[in-house]
């Protein structure tokens, strides 16, 4: 299937050269991520929370982690 393409214009707001973005191409969210490559502009949106949701995905891990306090040199109260 091919990506639609539109036309649009480019206009200035204040010191930004902006543009609207058609409704078909609207992204999700209220955030987004712009990079340039070559003469090309990638815009893409800002994706929250797909950590804790990839993570909830995965099974518990059965082995115990280690104590890390049980390593640390004991605290010289001078430098506190």
């Known amino acids: 299937m091919a990506?639609?393409?539109r036309h649009v214009r480019l206009f200035r707001n204040g010191r930004n050269q902006a543009l609207r973005i058609p409704r078909e191409f609207e992204l999700e969210g209220d955030e987004a991520i712009i990079r340039k490559e070559g003469d090309r502009l990638i815009l893409e949106p800002v994706r929250?929370?797909?950590?804790?949701?990839?993570l909830s995905t995965l099974d518990p891990i059965d082995e115990p982690f280690p104590d890390v306090d049980d390593d640390l040199p004991p605290l010289d109260e001078a430098s506190l």
């Open 3 to 5: 990506t639609p393409e």
């Open 48 to 54: 929250k929370g797909r950590l804790l949701a990839l």
